[in-house]
Each structure stands twice: as structure tokens, then as C-alpha cells.
């Protein structure tokens, strides 16, 4: 009887996953690995294409700035993102819930409406340069638009939802009754905050800024759209060649750098994070 | 005045008409009571009863709409919770998850920049109290409760607060050892003469550990007094309902006797006497409550005196419990009482469906008016 229960339990879980299985096996894994042979096969096996990767500055440059983009805005949506995920976690439901919906609101348009959005009022004679002119700000418009500062505003607009929800799902998992401890114990706001609640949520920051970094390593729409020439990330640089030079291995062989480097940067975040959760006493 | 300096004794805690209304819901009405120093004080009520939200608003995490806590004389409302240097335990520990024991009992101090030597010293002592020494480098989730709640005690204790606050700090323990740390906070108490403010919704719990006791209900306190006045001279119908068991008549007061004691008779023609917890008048309508255990059956009444009540019923039902059996014993047109028999050799026990004859002690039978229907 037991035995038997047990073999229909373990069908049916597998029932379950199997649509997702067949999904990832057809749409993922084997293209990916279609990917992982392109890039070595190119009239005959060979690793030229990788060769040229590292011979080559420029490629390594691009590597190197998205990289650092990446980086930027990981660290710009942190800066905005978890004192506004504090606010939804700790303020009265009401409140948290409008602040909610203004923050996912932004997942109903479409990024490339968004992003043009952006260039609307980052523009020349944008809003936003018409507004710091009056305001006596400035003389002649900013360049905001197509460099660097452009890049981080749009990519750091797009994914700080994400960073949001990811710190905001752990620190609601706070309780905040050991908030009131650490001030009956004598804390001020600020110590209960450093002592308790910081290193509380730290597996939500170390979740957020993951899932952010990770995401901005693959972007390619908005740095494409409100970047300038300099600012080529590797996602831009993999279309050129699927797009103009049609070096379609050459494109793989950058794809699996690009997946590389963020299987090499997930595994050592994995650690770190691990041991997070072994001071913050959960499993 | 008397305690001087150094010495750490339990603050007095005054409460003033403390009332706290959420909209046009009052959960605490004019609650107003003077804790003696170093004494165990007990809030003791049903939940919704308000006695959560007034240690809330002792430690600071509520504000009072009216009224005012003094601590040794000092007002309390303009502070915040972390400056009233109050100890508090919360019924679910809130034992810091990401701190080992010696951390989590060292914060307090930590706070207070007291000196590292300092802090090791006070932190061995407080975890020697709750005995828990060699623990100090655990997590708390290495811990069961017991000892999750042993830590928020130590870490309660640490910084020697006059005034210790408990919200039902072993609601979350199962019997035996409730049982057991009961004994253990009511002996560190003692020990450490800190004021206790508890506030439990067992009444068995009050009773075992507090000094005074303050039964609650609907916000308002219903009864002050220490556990054997509250529990043999009960204010009110409510109190002598929440606190143990009673067993109650609806009767009509007749004639008052010289001695204050008033004779009543009930709905099915019973006559008794007993003591009334209010002032009455001839032929206000009472209910009488009588403890299970003060109703003893006639052949061993002899304690008990002239003058004594007496009735006859019939053995309805019996149920064992271990120590006692408890019988249902009607009384016709005046309904049920309980009855509590030891088992025990010589104490002859009643056969169902036979008739007893069963006596008690007016002074045993409390007597609360009821508003006339």
C-alpha cells in the first residue's frame, strides 16, 4: 500500500514538471548547446573564433564595459531600490499596496515604449532639459541622452522593479516584532536598523543585486536605443554579428563567453549568499 | 528612596486612568492600579480583554489616548520604548535569528557601550540565571523553545531594567514544562526583586506565580487582589466564572442576616445563604456562585458547622480526571452543580443514580446582584 502511494506521489510531481521540462529541453537546452557547437564549427571544428575574441582589444573592451555597466546600474537600482522596498515593507498595508502597484505598474508596457518614452524626455530639448533650464539649472541642455549617463538611467528604470520585489519578498519575511525587541532592549531607530534589520534583509540584497546584475549583462534594448557608440555592450555586439556580418559563429562564441562569465560571477555570489543564510539561521 | 544605589530592586508602577481607544472601540478604559516594587504583578484576561494593549503601553509601543504610566513617579508618555529601560519578553521569544546566544544576550549591553569585560561578565551571569552557560555559541535555531525563551529572558535581564514586562512568555510551551518555567520565573524574580508585569490569559498561571493579580475584561480592570482573594472572594459573576470554576444559582435575595450574610432562595425552591460580593436589597435577583470543590457530601460535613447549606440531588454523572472524580449532580427545577470528590482512600465516593446529600459553607457561596429582568 505505502509503496505504492509513494511511486503515484513521485508520477505525479514529475506529471507536473514535465510540460516545464519539455519546454526548456526544446526552446533551451538544445539550442543552447546548437550555440555552444556553433561556436567551435566553422567549416571544420576549430577555436579561431575564441582566439580572435582574445587577440582582439575591442572585444575584450566591450566585455570589460558591460561589466562595469552592469555593475553601475546593480548598484544605482540598490541605492533607489531598498529604502523604497524598506517603505512597502514596513508602512501601513494601504499604502504599501498603492506604492506596490506603482512599482510593477511599469511591466504592463512594453520595455521598447518605455524606452523610447525615455528618450522623449531625456532628449536635447526634452522635458527634462526644459525644466532644468528654466529652472536656471543649467544654460544649455545636458547630454543625457546617447552615453553612458543615458545607458544607466534607462537600464536602472527598467530593472529596479526587480530589485524592489526581491528585497521587499525577504524583508516582509522579517518579523517585526524583533524590531520592537531591539527597542526594548534599548535600541534607537538607527541601531534596531544596523543590528537587526540590515542584516536581516541581506539575502534580499544579495538576491536583487543577482538577479539585476545578471539581467544587465544580456541587455541589449535600451543601451541600444540610448547609448552612444561608446557604449557597446555584448549583447549589442552579438546582434551585429547575427544582424550585418552574419558571422554567426563568431555570435556564438560570444554567447558563451557571455554565459560564462555569469556561470563563473553566479557561483561565487552562490557562496556568499549561502553563507548569508547561515547566519540568518533559515535553511 | 529606601533602595539605594547599585542595588537593583523593581521599580513602583503607577498607572493613571490609562485608556486607549482605536476609533470609537475602546480597548483599555481608565485602567488604574499602583504596582508595588518588586512584587509580581499579573494582567489576567480573555483575549480582546485588553491587557496586551495595556503592557504596550507600559513598554511604549502604544500610546495611551488618556492617561499616564509613572514609573518610580515619573511619567513614561513623552518616552520612547528604548529610553524607558524597561526588560521585555515577548511571547514569541523574538530571539535575534542571525546572533548566537552570547550575542543576542550581549546586545542590550552592546547598545550601552558597556566595556567588553564588563559584558562578558554580566552575559555569563544572565546565562548562568536562565542556565543556559555553554550555549553561547549557538544559534537560536539550534534551541527549542524552552530555550529560545531562556535567551529573550536573559537578554530581558541583562541590563538589570527595574521593571520586567511579559507577554505571555510561555504560551508557546507545552504543559510540563510551562509548568516548570512558571517555578523558574517566579524564583528569578524573587531572587533579583524586579518589578513583573505579566500578562497571561491562564489563570492557572496567574495564580501559581503572581503576588496581585488584575483580572481584565472588555478593557476595564474587573478585579484587583491577590490570587486566594481573588479566587475565594470574587468581585463579580465574571471573575468567579474566568478564574477556576464555579458553579452558579439564580436566586432572589430574601432576608439579610445579622452577620451581613444574606439568605436567598432559588427558582426551584432551594434555600441557602451566603455572603454578598455587592450590597443588596430584599428581593433583588442574585446569582450565587460556589466552587465545585466546597461542595462536599453531607456525611463529611461535620467541619463545616452549624449553620451550614445542605441540599439533596441526584448523581448524574461521574468523570475521572486522576486526583479528582468530578460529578454532575442535579438538583431538579434548580439544574446542575459540579462536584469534585478526591480519590482517595476513606472518601467514600457517590454512585450514579443514587441520591446525595450535599453541604457547603455560606461563607463559600458568593452572592453578585443581577440587574432585575
Not at chain 1, 142 to 149: A, F
Not at chain 2, 110 to 133: F, M, P
Not at chain 2, 186 to 199: E, R
Not at chain 2, 208 to 221: C, E, F, K, L, Y
Request: glycine share 8%; aromatic share 8%; with cysteine.
Amino acid at each position: 500500500m505505502r509503496p505504492t502511494e509513494e511511486r503515484r506521489e513521485t508520477l505525479r510531481h514529475f506529471l507536473m514538471l514535465l510540460p516545464a521540462v519539455l519546454v526548456l529541453a526544446v526552446l533551451f537546452a538544445y539550442p543552447l548547446l546548437g550555440i555552444v557547437n556553433r561556436s567551435v564549427y566553422k567549416a571544420g571544428y576549430t577555436l579561431d573564433m575564441y582566439r580572435q575574441i582574445f587577440r582582439v582589444p575591442v572585444y575584450l573592451q566591450v566585455i570589460l564595459a558591460t561589466f562595469k555597466v552592469s555593475a553601475l546600474v546593480t548598484m544605482v537600482c540598490l541605492a533607489l531600490g531598498y529604502p523604497l522596498a524598506y517603505m512597502l515593507a514596513t508602512r501601513r498595508p494601504r499604502t504599501a499596496q498603492l506604492l506596490m502597484i506603482i512599482v510593477v505598474l511599469p511591466f504592463f508596457t512594453s520595455i521598447i515604449v518605455r524606452t523610447y518614452a525615455w528618450m522623449v524626455l531625456l532628449g536635447r530639448n526634452g522635458i527634462v532639459n526644459q525644466y532644468l533650464m528654466a529652472l536656471g539649472f543649467t544654460d544649455k541642455p545636458l547630454l543625457l541622452l546617447y552615453n553612458q549617463g543615458g545607458v544607466l538611467i534607462g537600464m536602472s528604470y527598467v530593472l529596479l522593479p526587480y530589485m524592489v520585489l526581491t528585497v521587499y519578498s525577504v524583508m516582509r519575511s522579517i518579523d517585526p516584532r524583533l524590531v520592537r525587541a531591539a527597542h526594548s532592549l534599548g535600541a534607537s531607530r538607527l541601531q534596531a536598523f544596523r543590528r537587526v534589520f540590515l542584516p536581516l534583509s541581506l539575502p534580499g540584497i544579495a538576491g536583487g543585486t543577482l538577479l539585476v546584475f545578471i539581467l544587465s549583462l544580456g541587455f541589449f534594448i535600451t543601451p541600444a536605443l540610448m547609448g552612444g557608440p561608446g557604449d557597446m555592450m555584448i549583447a549589442m555586439l552579438i546582434e551585429r554579428e547575427v544582424e550585418i556580418t552574419l558571422n554567426w559563429s563568431f555570435a556564438s562564441a560570444l554567447a558563451v563567453i557571455l554565459l560564462a562569465l555569469t556561470l563563473v560571477g553566479f557561483t561565487g555570489y552562490n557562496r556568499i549568499v549561502r553563507l548569508e543564510r547561515v547566519f540568518e539561521g533559515r535553511h | 528612596m529606601a533602595s539605594s544605589e547599585g542595588i537593583a530592586g523593581g521599580a513602583e508602577v503607577r498607572l493613571h486612568e490609562l485608556t486607549k481607544t482605536f476609533g470609537s472601540v475602546a480597548a483599555v478604559r481608565d485602567v488604574s492600579v499602583t504596582i508595588t516594587p518588586g512584587s509580581f504583578f499579573t494582567l489576567l484576561g480573555p483575549s480582546g480583554s485588553g491587557k496586551t494593549t495595556t503592557l504596550m503601553m507600559v513598554a511604549g509601543f502604544a500610546h495611551p489616548t488618556r492617561g499616564e504610566v509613572f514609573v518610580d513617579g515619573k511619567p513614561m508618555a513623552a518616552l520612547p520604548p528604548q529610553k524607558r529601560d524597561l526588560g521585555m519578553v515577548f511571547q514569541s521569544y523574538a530571539v535575534f535569528p542571525h546572533l548566537t546566544v552570547f550575542d543576542n544576550v550581549a546586545f542590550p549591553l552592546q547598545i550601552r557601550k558597556t566595556s567588553r569585560l564588563e559584558r562578558l561578565h554580566r552575559v555569563g551571569e544572565a546565562l548562568e540565571l536562565v542556565r543556559l552557560t555553554g550555549y553561547e555559541r549557538r544559534l537560536p535555531r539550534q534551541l527549542s523553545g524552552g530555550e529560545q525563551q531562556r535567551v529573550a529572558l536573559a537578554r530581558a535581564l541583562v541590563f538589570r531594567p527595574r521593571v520586567l514586562l511579559m507577554d505571555e512568555p510561555l504560551g508557546a510551551l507545552d504543559k510540563k514544562l510551562r509548568a516548570h518555567m512558571q517555578l523558574e520565573l517566579k524564583h528569578i524574580q524573587q531572587h533579583l526583586h524586579v518589578t513583573v508585569i505579566y500578562v497571561t490569559h491562564d489563570q492557572e498561571e496567574a495564580l501559581t506565580m503572581s503576588d496581585r493579580v488584575a483580572v481584565m475584561q472588555g478593557g476595564r480592570i474587573e478585579q484587583v487582589g491577590s490570587p486566594a482573594e481573588l479566587y475565594d472572594r470574587p468581585a463579580s459573576r465574571f471573575v468567579a466564572d474566568f478564574l477556576g470554576e464555579s458553579n452558579f444559582l439564580e436566586a432572589t435575595a430574601v432576608s439579610t442576616e445579622d452577620d451581613g450574610r444574606w439568605r436567598c432562595r432559588a427558582a426551584g425552591g432551594l434555600e441557602f445563604a451566603g455572603v454578598p460580593a455587592a450590597p443588596l436589597q430584599a428581593g433583588q435577583p442574585v446569582t450565587a456562585a460556589v466552587r465545585p470543590e466546597k461542595l462536599v457530601q453531607a456525611e463529611d460535613a461535620g467541619a463545616l458547622g452549624p449553620g451550614a447549606n445542605v441540599c439533596k440531588g441526584l448523581v448524574e454523572e461521574a468523570i475521572y480526571v486522576g486526583d479528582v472524580t468530578r460529578y454532575r449532580v442535579g438538583l431538579g427545577a434548580d439544574g446542575a452543580v459540579m462536584i469534585k470528590v478526591p480519590n482517595r482512600v476513606g472518601v467514600r465516593p457517590p454512585v450514579t443514580g443514587a441520591t446525595v446529600a450535599l453541604a457547603w459553607s455560606p461563607e463559600d457561596t458568593r452572592l453578585f446582584p443581577r440587574a432585575s429582568a
